[in-house]
């Protein structure tokens, strides 16, 4: 006879609690930084916070969606040209780029229709040849000039300390807001449907899983995010040569954070902006070697160590700090009067 | 008449384009892999060559030779090693690992060659420029259509490979299902080995092609990726003449482009490219409803 | 000695074990038909004895060499051939292309096109159609046909009256008659007991991975077969223990 056993679901864990603790904690003291640290530390965090913004969107549409795109640029280089009109236009500088970034979220909707019915390579080389076009088009603009380009002049207004320390809140608000975003989506619904998209997009199409809406989610939040990092990028550099920001380097650095992070996980390409910031920080100097360093790590990573190093990590101790993931607590049933005297066993919990 | 002449560029332009693609499409065709490398694989083609011929004094032909033999063996290493282990994992791992190899290779050669374009054209004398009027009007590249022959040439002679010999019907097989291949006695490995070595010689053919008829340097690879998928994606994905027609539409739609603006060659190729992308959607979606349609009204 | 010999094959589907230490041995011009119900672990068999699936203990002797490590088209060259569950035809080639590709191991033997076409006449006229186009019948006499271009020393059959009419069924164990009366050593999944029976010199039912019945076919009796195939009698014997 089987005794009816205590099953409950949870979600968060001691572990998860006191990341998340840890996390929140962090995050207010970045907040209050530029009160805090100096010039060049916060440079180089702004600029992290814009590495992290581009990992995280790159893992959401390939780790959570599935979709390979190689043509983000388009929506980084769209996000700081909207931002250099829209300031032109005579918007205030700071909204400009924020609406800018927008800017390219709008136009990732309206492209989503096409791109999201695109399969495997066609939808990864496709969005590639739309950036270039983007590129081509943005290049007609008088005001661009060609690879010239331009500059964000309303940005002079601002004295240089001041910039600073709006740059950086713009970047920190941007990769809160957006990693907060997925956070809240994938303990939602979304991470449901995406899970279950993952592991087979016909199966649950049946069970009634919106699985072009859920695609179409995540394409538009990639590219929105891209586009308010390309607009932070801009804020800091503030010179828009479309040469530079319609590279498909870019998708090669996602693609670096993003994998050797841990693709699919929602830490991992936190862990890979870092490094690769310390990487490029330490030999981003040396150039060529840098770049093919980088590549090599995609090439190697790609065939050996598909889940990234958060991923391994994650796969290895069964290690999860944060509360994206369900836990069933299944109580074990009072030991049976005749049993020889045997311990009870603990509650088990299996990670779902 | 000027149009008749920038058709005419264009369609001879398709042949190159065709003859960089064919390889990238055999090999999506038999493998299911996109190789993002494919552009660079062409351009280090075209380095090697260049330097057996403006270095090592080579006669172009026999350097030629060499260099596909070279390309042919590293196609086959690329697939053991590299492709092999990306075979059975989805897109995923294909599209990445392949991207991570085109920086490298892309990266690589600029630190062993810089940046300064080069060209092959003074190996080809004035075979790089002749031309041949047919109209007073209307001429005609004999380079280009050189190109063009081969092209054909070669695409007939990998159908040929593939519908008529025991390798091409081994290909077939393995392509539609490698496990029932190996079954009958097909060695699998060695098939996608050899149908990697055929898309990095073509590749390379097509590399050293580029380098006479225009200038090449170590980041061209990704631009001339971008020519051969949009040409294959034109043409169909599972057609190699396909590819050719592709080609050719492809180039036409650039020349033609190019006469209305002076930046409009490659505005008017990409755009053509994504058009003939979103009607294909459009019309296999209205055609799975006209079926849905007639089977909704059948007794 | 024996022509096949399966010494405690153990196979697994991931975490599911579908063949539990099967150990069994086919002489030459045997034909031993494997039974048992849907699950019991005869395709995981068969596949692993072609090489398509890779055991994870015991092994696989040819002629009293060890084939166990070998991939599968290196078996196919030693003289095994598969005709698979489902056919598996390749869809894009004709009839024609499907019997020449198998030549891929250059096995020497009789089989040739014309003497396939022989052995299954209805597949003269299809010679040049596609095999997507073909019916059930067709396919299964071009897919027997293709393992016979190998020149096998024993042929593997995985239910090969599945999914076809009972005219069909007929005619392709007429085929396979005649190639039994040629002296070629065959091990068959028959689903149909009847037929498995009357076509076999011996028989071994299979059961949850296990072979729980062996012997001749001719001395077995339904009563016993049909206790092995649903496995009554282990059930019996273990209620009475308990």
Same mark, same amino acid.
């Given at each position: 006879?089987i ?9 968060w ?11 929140l904690?962090l ?30 969107m790159?893992?959401?549409?390939a ?10 640029q ?18 205030p ?50 005001l661009?000039q ?7 002049i ?57 699985v ?15 586009g ?27 693609i ?8 699919g996980?929602f830490?991992g390409?936190?862990?890979?902006a ?36 958060w ?21 074990a ?20 | ?27 999506f ?15 280090l ?14 006669p172009?032909l ?15 290493v ?9 075979l ?43 031309s041949?009027?047919l ?33 091409g ?25 050899i149908?990697a ?16 008829r ?14 051969a ?14 590819t050719?027609?592709?080609g ?24 053509v ?26 007794p | ?49 072609a ?23 290196r ?11 489902g056919?598996?035809l ?18 020497s033997?009789?089989?040739t096109?014309e003497?396939v ?13 596609y ?49 039994? !009366?040629?002296? %070629? /050593?065959?091990?068959? &999944?028959e =689903? ?5 029976? +009357?076509?076999?010199? #011996?028989? @071994?039912?299979?059961l ?8 001749? !076919?001719a001395? %077995? /009796?339904?009563?016993? &077969?049909? =206790? ?5 009698? +282990?059930?019996v014997? #273990?209620? @009475?223990?308990?």
């Open positions: 006879m005794r009816r056993a205590g099953i409950s679901i949870e979600r864990t001691p572990l998860s609690l006191a990341a998340s603790a840890g996390g904690a995050v207010a003291f970045l907040a209050v930084a530029p009160l805090i640290l100096g010039a060049n530390a916060l440079d180089r965090l702004t600029t992290l916070f814009i590495y992290i913004t581009l990992g995280a790159w893992n959401a549409l780790g959570y969606g599935g979709l390979i795109s190689v043509g983000q388009a929506f980084f280089g769209v996000g700081a040209y909207a931002a250099i009109r829209l300031s032109h236009a005579g918007l500088v700071y909204p400009a780029l924020v609406l800018g970034g927008l800017c390219a979220g709008l136009f990732s909707l309206l492209l989503s229709s096409f791109a999201l019915r695109l399969r495997g390579g066609e939808f990864a080389i496709g969005m590639w040849v739309v950036a270039e076009l983007c590129h081509l088009l943005v290049n007609l603009d008088g661009i060609g690879e010239t380009g331009t500059s964000l309303a940005l002079n207004a601002f004295a240089p300390e001041q910039r600073r320390a709006d740059n950086y809140w713009l970047a920190f608000a941007i990769a809160v807001a957006l990693l907060g975003l997925m956070f809240a989506l994938l303990r939602g619904r979304l991470g449901g449907s995406i899970q279950a998209i993952r592991d087979n997009e016909e199966a649950a199409a049946s069970l009634g899983v919106r072009l809406a859920t695609k179409r989610v995540i394409f538009v939040i990639a590219g929105a995010g891209c308010l990092a390309g607009a932070a990028w801009l804020a800091t550099s503030i010179t828009f040569e479309p040469n530079a920001y319609f590279s498909v380097q870019w998708s090669a650095y996602m670096f954070m993003a994998l050797v992070g841990g693709l996980t830490e390409p936190i862990l890979g870092i490094l690769f910031f310390l990487i490029e920080s330490f030999f981003g100097a040396s150039g060529i070697w840098y770049l093919v360093g980088l590549g090599a790590a995609a090439l190697v990573f790609s065939l050996f160590l598909p889940r990234g190093l991923g391994t990590l994650e796969d290895r101790f069964a290690l999860h700090l944060l509360p994206l993931g369900y836990r069933v607590r299944i109580a049933p009072p030991a049976a009067p005749a049993a020889s005297g045997e311990a009870v066993s603990p509650a088990t919990g299996i990670e779902g | 008449m000027i149009w008749v002449n920038q058709i005419l560029q264009g369609v001879l332009l398709g042949g190159y384009y065709a003859l960089l693609a064919c390889g990238l499409s055999l090999m065709g038999v493998m299911r892999i996109i190789n993002l490398a494919h552009g660079d694989l062409a351009v083609a075209a380095f090697l060559v260049w330097l057996l011929v403006a270095q090592g004094g080579m172009l026999p350097a030629l030779f060499v260099v596909l033999a070279a390309m042919a063996v590293l196609g086959a690329m697939q053991r090693t590299m492709l092999e282990r990306s059975r994992s989805g897109i995923l791992v294909p599209l990445l690992s392949t991207f991570g190899l085109s920086i490298v290779i892309e990266n690589l050669l600029f630190a062993q060659f810089g940046a300064d374009t080069r060209s092959l054209a003074p190996a080809i004398d004035t075979l790089a420029y002749d041949w009027s109209t007073n009007d209307i001429y005609v590249g004999q380079l280009s259509v050189l190109i063009f022959v081969v092209a054909v040439a070669l695409l007939t002679g990998l159908q040929l490979l593939l519908s008529r010999t025991a390798l019907r081994a290909l077939r097989a393995t392509a539609e299902n490698p496990d029932i291949a190996e079954l009958v006695g097909i060695n699998s490995r060695a098939v996608y080995a149908a070595a055929i898309a990095v010689v073509t590749a390379a053919i097509g590399g050293t092609f580029l380098a006479m225009a200038t090449f340097a170590p980041y061209a690879g990704p631009s001339q990726l971008i020519f998928f949009e040409a294959v994606v034109i043409g169909g994905l599972n057609s190699l003449w396909g050719l027609i592709g050719i539409v492809l180039g036409v739609a650039q020349n033609i482009g190019a006469q209305l603006d002076p930046h409009g060659f490659l505005i008017a190729g990409h755009t490219f994504l058009l003939v992308l979103a009607a294909r959607l459009v019309l296999s979606s209205e055609l799975r409803s006209r079926l849905r349609l007639r089977r909704e009204y059948s | 000695m024996s022509l096949l010999a399966v010494e405690h094959l153990e196979a697994r589907h991931g975490l599911l074990q579908a063949v539990r230490g099967v150990s069994l041995a086919v002489a030459e011009g045997e034909i031993l038909a494997l039974i048992g119900a849907n699950g019991a672990g005869k395709t995981t068999l068969l596949r692993a004895i090489g398509a699936h890779r055991p994870a203990a015991g092994r696989i002797l040819l002629d009293g060499a060890d084939v166990t490590a070998l991939r599968a088209h078996r196919v060259a030693q003289g095994i051939a598969l005709v698979p569950e056919r598996w390749f869809p894009g080639m004709t009839v024609e292309e499907n019997l020449l590709v198998a030549r891929a191991s250059r096995r033997g009789p089989w096109v003497r076409l022989d052995a299954f006449p209805n597949l003269r006229p299809r010679l040049k159609a095999a997507g186009s073909l019916s059930g019948g067709e396919q299964q006499a071009t897919a027997i046909g293709r393992a016979l271009m190998t020149n096998p020393r024993l042929l593997l059959l995985d239910e090969v009256s599945l999914g076809l009419a009972p005219i069909a069924v007929e005619r392709v164990y007429q085929s396979l008659e005649r190639l039994i !009366a040629e002296g %070629m /050593t065959v091990l068959l &999944v =689903q149909d007991l009847g037929r498995a029976l +009357r076509v076999a010199t #011996r028989v @071994a039912c299979m949850e991975g296990r072979i729980v019945l062996e012997g001749a !076919a001395a %077995m /009796t339904r009563e016993q &077969v049909t =206790q092995a195939y649903f496995g009554l009698g +282990r059930d014997a #273990r209620g @009475a223990a308990s």
